[in-house]
């Protein structure tokens, strides 16, 4: 049973726009200064795909406000960055603060420019004025019906979706074997794999795991800010390590991934299954499979919708995609976001 209660929580989007001028210039200077030094890094690591912008992000931010609207304020991560969609009266009445990397990685500036979101996972804790409790959000993450505090966090727990899996060793072989597999998939048949199983193991094994895991899908993940700081307090060297990578690299652990092992870990998490996640992606969905998807969309047989991969999809199924998620969703433009605070208030002038 879930407990009610006042929690105040934030929301943290990590967002680039790898279409920026300014940004491919920081890019391209850096890959020349890193050279061939590939040792270890994930083939996909650098590609384009990575960081290109669909406009995801604007239909993230609506749903986070239309159906989570106890949310504190919304974190934006970016390099130097700014949506065109964004001003200052959209941030006022959005309740949203942007983010530069400099402020989270302040006195670990040898980390930048960084163009590696496991990077930044491992700072976002670093934020400012952000509350204990948090829901990171990639930004293509969606929420697609109303959700309350208690399907993130209860008084003295976070609440996990996903399930237990076994700790696969990667030696040499199997690492071969995978570098073999994700250059086929991504020359062949132009699937882009992330190893974002190993990334999870890694974690896992960090918080003390040996023989399973926790495998959590792509949802939003709740987080304890203390949780972070306090393993980084204790392991600072495990942090350095962490965000040298100035792109994905195989070595690396995900501190959001972490973070989740430890709560398990010290009994403060509530895991629940994955049976409320549905993914959308443009490298793999075929048509049939799409329409079926897209169908669970309407229905609401889903809360938690990520999509990736909108690029690929033929622009003809890009409109129906952002036609589910405008119409059907009601994800359109809202004039000046309403909290739950606001409404109280409201309410109260009224009577």
Same mark, same amino acid.
């Given at each position: 049973m879930k407990e009610k209660h006042d929690l105040k929580i934030d929301a943290v989007i990590a967002w680039v726009d790898g279409g920026d001028e300014h940004h491919l210039l920081k890019k391209r200077e850096l890959l020349s200064e890193l050279g061939d030094r590939k040792k270890n890094e994930l083939q996909t690591g650098r590609d384009q795909t990575r960081f290109v912008d669909n406009g995801e992000l604007k239909y993230c931010i609506r749903s986070i406000r239309k159906h989570a609207p106890w949310i504190n304020r919304i974190f934006l991560v970016t390099d130097n960055q700014k949506p065109d969609?964004?001003?200052?009266?959209?941030?006022?009445?959005?309740?949203?603060?942007?983010? *530069?990397?400099?402020?989270?990685?302040?006195?670990?500036?040898?980390?930048?420019?960084?163009?590696?979101?496991?990077?930044?996972?491992?700072?976002?804790?670093?934020?400012?004025?952000?509350?204990?409790?948090?829901?990171?959000?990639?930004?293509?993450?969606?929420?697609?019906?109303?959700?309350?505090?208690?399907?993130?966090?209860?008084?003295?727990s976070v609440v996990l979706r996903g399930k237990w899996k076994k700790i696969h060793q990667y030696g040499p072989l199997r690492m071969k074997l995978n570098e073999a597999i994700s250059f086929v998939a991504k020359n062949l048949l132009?699937?882009?794999?992330?190893?974002?199983?190993?990334?999870?193991?890694?974690?896992?094994?960090?918080?003390?795991?040996?023989?399973?895991?926790?495998?959590?899908?792509?949802?939003?993940?709740?987080?304890?800010?203390?949780?972070?700081?306090?393993?980084?307090?204790?392991?600072?060297?495990?942090?350095?390590?962490?965000?040298?990578?100035?792109?994905?690299?195989?070595?690396?652990?995900?501190?959001?991934?972490?973070?989740?092992?430890?709560?398990?870990? *010290?009994?403060?998490?509530?895991?629940?299954?994955? *049976?409320?996640?549905?993914?959308?992606?443009?490298?793999? *969905?075929?048509?049939?499979?799409?329409?079926?998807?897209?169908?669970?969309v309407r229905n609401r047989n889903v809360r938690f919708l990520c999509l990736q991969g909108l690029e690929m999809f033929k622009k003809y199924d890009q409109k129906r995609i952002k036609r589910t998620l405008k119409k059907d969703l009601g994800l359109k433009k809202m004039e000046k976001f309403k909290s739950i605070e606001d409404n109280h208030k409201r309410q109260q002038q009224v009577s």
């Amino acid at each position: 049973m879930k407990e009610k209660h006042d929690l105040k929580i934030d929301a943290v989007i990590a967002w680039v726009d790898g279409g920026d001028e300014h940004h491919l210039l920081k890019k391209r200077e850096l890959l020349s200064e890193l050279g061939d030094r590939k040792k270890n890094e994930l083939q996909t690591g650098r590609d384009q795909t990575r960081f290109v912008d669909n406009g995801e992000l604007k239909y993230c931010i609506r749903s986070i406000r239309k159906h989570a609207p106890w949310i504190n304020r919304i974190f934006l991560v970016t390099d130097n960055q700014k949506p065109d969609f964004i001003d200052e009266k959209f941030c006022s009445s959005y309740k949203l603060s942007i983010v *530069d990397h400099k402020e989270i990685f302040r006195g670990y500036e040898w980390a930048l420019p960084t163009f590696n979101t496991r990077s930044i996972e491992s700072a976002i804790w670093r934020i400012p004025g952000l509350a204990e409790n948090f829901i990171y959000f990639n930004d293509d993450f969606v929420i697609t019906s109303d959700v309350e505090p208690s399907d993130f966090f209860n008084e003295s727990s976070v609440v996990l979706r996903g399930k237990w899996k076994k700790i696969h060793q990667y030696g040499p072989l199997r690492m071969k074997l995978n570098e073999a597999i994700s250059f086929v998939a991504k020359n062949l048949l132009g699937i882009t794999r992330s190893m974002h199983l190993l990334l999870q193991i890694r974690s896992a094994e960090l918080a003390g795991f040996g023989r399973k895991y926790f495998k959590v899908p792509h949802v939003p993940h709740p987080v304890r800010k203390s949780t972070l700081a306090g393993f980084f307090e204790k392991y600072p060297q495990k942090f350095e390590e962490n965000i040298r990578y100035r792109f994905r690299n195989m070595n690396q652990f995900s501190a959001i991934f972490l973070a989740h092992h430890l709560e398990i870990s *010290d009994g403060n998490a509530e895991l629940e299954p994955a *049976d409320d996640f549905l993914m959308i992606n443009g490298e793999t *969905d075929f048509q049939l499979m799409l329409n079926r998807k897209l169908r669970k969309v309407r229905n609401r047989n889903v809360r938690f919708l990520c999509l990736q991969g909108l690029e690929m999809f033929k622009k003809y199924d890009q409109k129906r995609i952002k036609r589910t998620l405008k119409k059907d969703l009601g994800l359109k433009k809202m004039e000046k976001f309403k909290s739950i605070e606001d409404n109280h208030k409201r309410q109260q002038q009224v009577s």
